[in-house]
């Protein structure tokens, strides 16, 4: 089935992960196996490199941890995400969801979180998050709700051609209140909020 999903992640357990066990395949018959601890080089890889480090870039970093990095992709964990499954998803669409943008200072008291997913159509969808993340709630539509698709793609100025409606950046601007859309001949601004567009706005 065609479609997109997108999921959220706890950076936390990002960490928490990297600073799990890799795993290795000795060989492309064998199984994958964790790495035993001793065999991981120092620096660690996954940790940040910075200041307190002998090591203040990734460039000048030792041959033995490229090497290990560029064998070893996998750690034995996976990260979980939010919830345990994706927050939105969008099947039997001819849309792919390519690039997304997050406003997480929306609603009167600036406490709700939209995202705007960019389609390789040049149409936006606007989503208000609602995490509810309940034992019994694990309906995915309390997690999600669909407020708007935009078509942000003015044709006549920018070509008719279906390449060019492609969307190649999307960016939340609040200095402006805006979120800048991006196509290869052309750049479009849209407003954030666009209540004025229906009788009733809470």
């Given at each position: 089935i065609q479609g997109s999903a997108v999921c959220a992640f706890d950076m936390e357990q990002v960490a928490l992960i990297f600073s799990g066990r890799f795993k290795e395949q000795r060989n492309p018959e064998s199984v994958w196996t964790p790495v035993q601890e001793d065999l991981i080089p120092k620096p660690r890889p996954g940790c940040c490199i910075g200041p307190s480090m002998p090591y203040n870039s990734s460039r000048s970093l030792p041959d033995d941890v490229l090497n290990f990095v560029k064998s070893h992709s996998l750690m034995e964990e996976s990260v979980p995400s939010v919830g345990g499954f994706p927050w939105i998803t969008r099947t039997l669409s001819r849309d792919q969801l390519t690039h997304i943008a997050v406003d997480t200072s929306c609603g009167i008291f600036g406490n709700e979180t939209v995202i705007f997913l960019g389609s390789n159509s040049g149409i936006v969808l606007k989503y208000l998050l609602t995490p509810k993340l309940g034992i019994f709630e694990i309906d995915i539509c309390k997690h999600?709700?669909?407020?708007?698709?935009?078509?942000?793609?003015?044709?006549?100025?920018?070509?008719?051609?279906?390449?060019?409606?492609?969307?190649?950046?999307?960016?939340?601007?609040?200095?402006?209140?805006?979120?800048?859309?991006?196509?290869?001949?052309?750049?479009?601004?849209?407003?954030?909020?666009?209540?004025?567009?229906?009788?009733?706005?809470?």
């Open positions: 999600s709700i669909l407020l708007e698709e935009i078509q942000t793609y003015p044709a006549d100025r920018c070509g008719q051609e279906e390449e060019d409606q492609r969307i190649i950046g999307l960016e939340v601007d609040k200095g402006s209140g805006s979120l800048i859309v991006v196509y290869s001949k052309c750049v479009v601004k849209v407003p954030l909020a666009r209540c004025d567009r229906h009788n009733g706005c809470m």
